[in-house]
Every structure is written in structure tokens, then in C-alpha cells.
């Protein structure tokens, strides 16, 4: 089946010490359609899921929680139900905070009218200051009328509406900052991607999430640790609107180093051209992942084993990348590159005229079919090989057989080999060389021009702190590209594809460049540092 990988996974090894796992379970996934998603995200929604889908009979929501139209549109909305599919995460409803913003408003009006909500004209100045120092607002003992008043005014979009927000009547000394007055409703001017204008004003986060976590029949509430201190706050809305409670379950953030997650700071990246979009295979996006080379089902294994741990994690990438390498040497075929500008010409002798055979794409996996292997009296090998040769040592010509080593001829300096002559020694043991060496006939109709590209991280810290200014951080250079030459199989590869270049490591081939009509090749990182 389709999930048969995480089931597996999961089911195996995860303990996750909750009591009621043997019941039905309804969990909600509910990014913010702000940006595409990323690794970060993928954990909480794969965590959604695996609760939501271990028992029979459990519903994963995913909930797109639109409440802020100055960050959000359709297209983030739409590449995050795409990605979940991707990811093979299945939600059995999709639902929009924004579908309950009639319900929200009632229930603002509801806080305001039980004395638990007060109008506050501060809080964009001020306010802040305010609640470090557990100081009141001055506006905090706005009566119900009043602030009535100001919320229709908020709601109008009036410019007197306008300076004004809606916050929480909890407590403005508490020394949980969650629960210092928190704001329930902001103006917003913007047009919202699914209303439109119907609105000048958007419940917040702290508001919306336990309402309608409490009215979708959520029964388990994951969220960040991160989010701890605001399991307070959570609960008193709740229990402000005699809404039904649902218990909460905390789980680590992910973070990885010399990687940023958060949507605000990689669409800072994009902006400032660092990366080419969201799915750029430097990005810790899903599609920048996958871009880069990753599997899905590794993936979701390497997501799911952090799942127990409530430490908050800075992993490394090396672990889920090995992970990825075990699943694609399976699949992979596997061809030749030559590196282009250290590619030296070689002269076989022994060598009946150009040959044509077949070979099989994975010597170990047949099911992978068969490639043609051209054999001809002229190939080309790479300079670290020939470089290294002695006159009259036995070498290997890979899938081939032995050669003898008759001519090495090199450049005045003598750091550069020009030129090679072998003698084909076929009936040697491939087996007993030391030197198993790629190589690719000469002959153009084999070679077909390509190019290989590594990345680097784009931040040169492993993990940066609050203090630390982005723009320090960024690694100069990024990419680096080179010419080589592939065998003539390769221009039959779909775009996408996953294979091995024969002692160089994986790559996904991703696009044809087109301003010298390169196949452009992406290095997958080996998990090995
Ligand atoms: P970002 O800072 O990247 O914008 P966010 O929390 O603001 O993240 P949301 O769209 O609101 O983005 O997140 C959806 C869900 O993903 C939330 O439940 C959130 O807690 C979770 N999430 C976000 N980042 C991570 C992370 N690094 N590790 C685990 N879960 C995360
Ligand atoms: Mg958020
Ligand atoms: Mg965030």
C-alpha cells in the first residue's frame, strides 16, 4: 500500500507513551499558507498523520490557517497540498480557519460581552513595553460598551478602527508571558485570498487554534514544545467560551544546522537572490529536497524516528542523507562521466573497431534492464587515473577487462598527461589491479555533454542565534559547476531520474541547460563527510 514504509517505520519502533493510542484519534496539521513547506513542517505533519491513522477510524484535518493576509496566497496554499500528497500524507478533511471567520467574530463577541476582552489602542505603541514590564494597559479596563464600540470600529476598517486591537482580559502580571493579555484580533486592510474584502479584521493565532481545535472534534492537539508556555493560554479560551477542552501533546521542533526554518527568513533569501525559488535544491523546502535527490520514503523514516524525542534537535544532514544513499543504490543506475577539461585521450590497441554491446545499468539489480557500452581503440579517462599510471603496470578498464600501460606522454611541465597508450591484456584478472578505471570511447555519437553541480549550505553557521544578523551568515558561493562527459545512454534519461556516475556518487538529472544544451546534473549528497 501506499503508507506501507512509515507503518513499518513507525509501528516498529515507536513508543510514543500516550495512553489513549488504541482509541480513534483526530489530529489537524494546520500550516499557514505563507510559504512552501519545509523539513520542519514535514515532521509535525507526518506526526499528525501517524496519530491520526495508527487506529481505525481516526480523521487527520489538515487545517490551512489562513488568518493574515498580508503573508498569504493561493499559490502557498495550493504547492502545500500538493507537497502533502508528494509526501504521501493523506488528510481526511481540509478545512480553512478562514471558513469560521463569521463563528470567530461571534466568539470575539462573546469574550467582549462576558467582560473577558477589552479593545486596546496601545499595543501597536507601547504595548509591548506593557507586558515585559507586567505593567497594565492603560486601556485595560475598557468597559464592555466601549469596547464594543471599537471593535466595529476594527471591523469597519474605519481609520479610528484601524489604531485600535482586540486582546484577552487573562492577566497582565502573570509571569507566563503567554498569558499577559494576549492579542485575539487585529485590523487588516488587505484583501484576503478567499474572502476577498468581507473582512478588515482576522482572529490571531492564539485565538483561533483552540476554538476550533475544540469545534473540529480535534482530540489531540500536537504542537511544538516551543509553544509550551502557551498551553495556558490555550486551555483558558476554552474554558472562557465553554468550549470543550482537548488535550494537548508536545512534540521537539526540527532543526538541522547551517539551515534555516522558517518560511519569513527563506523567502528573505529568495527575495534577495540567493537561491532561485522555493524549490531550489538548496532550500530546506520538500521540493527543494526532493530536488536535490532525496527519497521520499527515507524521508519519511528519517522525520518519524525524531518523533518520540522532546529534545529540541540540531541534526545533522549527513544521517538522512546516508539513509537516502541505501534506498537509491537499489534503483540507481549506473553510467559513466568523464570530467571534461581533465579528460586525457588514450589510444587502445588490441582493439577491433568500434564495438557495441549491452551491459546491465546495476550489476547487482538486473530488473534495472541494460545499457550500450561502446568499446573503441580511442577513449578518454581522467587525468587523477592516468596520472598515476606507470609504464607497463596492469590496469582495469571497468566493465571492459585489463590493459597494459605502453606510453605515457606528458606536457612539458610533466604535470599533465597528454596523451596514453594501452594494450588491450583481456585474458588478466580484474581481480588483481589495483586501478579499476572509468572510461568512455571516443567517438562523439557516445559522448553526450552534461554538467555536474554541487551545493554548498547557504549559511556558514551551524546554528544561528537570535542576535546573529542573517546577512553575516550567508556562504559567498553556493554552486559549482562542472563540464563533463557522459555516456550515450544518458541522453535517454527522463528528467528526474536518479543515477550513479560510477566512482564520482549519485546525481538527479534536472534540467537540460539551455545555453549550451547541457544536461544538468544535480549532486546528491552522500551522507559521508
Ligand atoms: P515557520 O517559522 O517556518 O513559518 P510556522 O510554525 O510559523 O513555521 P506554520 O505553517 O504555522 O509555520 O506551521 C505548521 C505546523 O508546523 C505547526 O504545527 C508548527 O508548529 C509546525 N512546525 C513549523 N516548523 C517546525 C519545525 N522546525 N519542527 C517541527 N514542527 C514545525
Ligand atoms: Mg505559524
Ligand atoms: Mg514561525
Redesign the pocket.
Known amino acids: 500500500g501506499k503508507k506501507k514504509y512509515t507503518d513499518s517505520a513507525a509501528g516498529a519502533s515507536y513508543d510514543l507513551g500516550l495512553p489513549q493510542l488504541d482509541i480513534p484519534i483526530v489530529t489537524r496539521?494546520?500550516?499557514?499558507p505563507?510559504?512552501y513547506l519545509?523539513i520542519?513542517?514535514a515532521?509535525?505533519?507526518l506526526l499528525n498523520d501517524y496519530f491520526a491513522h495508527k487506529n481505525e477510524g481516526g480523521i487527520l484535518i489538515c487545517r490551512f490557517?489562513d488568518t493574515n493576509p498580508s503573508k498569504e496566497s493561493i499559490e502557498f496554499q495550493d504547492s502545500i497540498t500538493e507537497d502533502l500528497k508528494v509526501m504521501e500524507i493523506y488528510p481526511d478533511k481540509t478545512t480553512f480557519s478562514s471558513d469560521y471567520f463569521q463563528q470567530m467574530y461571534d466568539y470575539a463577541i462573546k469574550m467582549i460581552m462576558s467582560g473577558r476582552a477589552f479593545a486596546d489602542d496601545s499595543e501597536l505603541g507601547k504595548g509591548d513595553e506593557d507586558r515585559k514590564n507586567r505593567r497594565p494597559s492603560k486601556c485595560r479596563d475598557l468597559g464592555i460598551e466601549e469596547t464594543l464600540a471599537r471593535f466595529k470600529d476594527m471591523q469597519s476598517g474605519s481609520h479610528e478602527g484601524q489604531r485600535w486591537c482586540l486582546r484577552a482580559r487573562i492577566a497582565y502580571d502573570s509571569p507566563n508571558g503567554a498569558m499577559r493579555d494576549p492579542v485575539i484580533y487585529r485590523c487588516n486592510q488587505l484583501p484576503h485570498h478567499r474572502t476577498g474584502t468581507a473582512w478588515k479584521i482576522y482572529p490571531t493565532?492564539d485565538f483561533c487554534a483552540p476554538i476550533l481545535d475544540s469545534i473540529e472534534g480535534v482530540t489531540l492537539a500536537?504542537?511544538?514544545n516551543e509553544?509550551r508556555d502557551r498551553n495556558a493560554q490555550y486551555e483558558w479560551m476554552q474554558e472562557a467560551l465553554g468550549l470543550r477542552r482537548v488535550p494537548i501533546w508536545d512534540?521537539?521542533?526540527?532543526?538541522f544546522v547551517r539551515t534555516l526554518?522558517?518560511?519569513?527568513k527563506l523567502a528573505h533569501i529568495i527575495v534577495k537572490g540567493k537561491v532561485s525559488g522555493w524549490d531550489d535544491p538548496r532550500m530546506p523546502t520538500i521540493r527543494g529536497i526532493l530536488r536535490r535527490g532525496m527519497m521520499v520514503a527515507p524521508l519519511r523514516a528519517f522525520v518519524l524516528m525524531q518523533g518520540p524525542s522532546r529534545n529540541i534537535l540540531n541534526l545533522e544532514w549527513g544521517a538522512l542523507w546516508a539513509m537516502n544513499r541505501k534506498e537509491i543504490d537499489q534503483v540507481a543506475p549506473r553510467h559513466t562521466a568523464i570530467d571534461e577539461t581533465q579528460s586525457i585521450a588514450c589510444e587502445v590497441r588490441g582493439v577491433n573497431g568500434p564495438i557495441k554491446s549491452k551491459k546491465p545499468k546495476h550489476g547487482k539489480v538486473p530488473e534495472l534492464g541494460e545499457k550500450t557500452v561502446l568499446y573503441g581503440g580511442n577513449i578518454i579517462i581522467e587525468q587523477t587515473d592516468g596520472h598515476s599510471f606507470e609504464i607497463n603496470e596492469e590496469i582495469t578498464l571497468m566493465n571492459w577487462g585489463n590493459a597494459l600501460v605502453r606510453e605515457i606522454t606528458c606536457n612539458p611541465g610533466g604535470g599533465i598527461v597528454t596523451n596514453l597508450v594501452l594494450e588491450l591484456y583481456l585474458q588478466g584478472d580484474v581481480k588483481k589491479t589495483k586501478k579499476k578505471v572509468t572510461w568512455l570511447a571516443a567517438s562523439p555519437e557516445n559522448l553526450v555533454p552534461i554538467e555536474l553541480v554541487r551545493f554548498d549550505y547557504l549559511i556558514t553557521k551551524d546554528k544561528l542565534e537570535k542576535s546573529d544578523k542573517l546577512e553575516d551568515f550567508l556562504t559567498e558561493r553556493t554552486e559549482f559547476r562542472h563540464r563533463a562527459l557522459a555516456d550515450c545512454n544518458v541522453s535517454q534519461l527522463t528528467f528526474g531520474s536518479i543515477i550513479q556516475f560510477e566512482r564520482k556518487g549519485f546525481y538527479r538529472l534536472d534540467c537540460l541547460n539551455r545555453m549550451d544544451s547541457r544536461l544538468t546534473f544535480f549532486e546528491i549528497p552522500s551522507g559521508r563527510s
Open positions: 496539521f494546520p500550516p499557514e505563507s510559504g519545509h520542519g513542517h515532521k509535525a505533519a490557517d493565532y500536537l504542537r511544538t509553544y512534540f521537539s521542533r526540527m532543526n526554518l522558517s518560511k519569513r
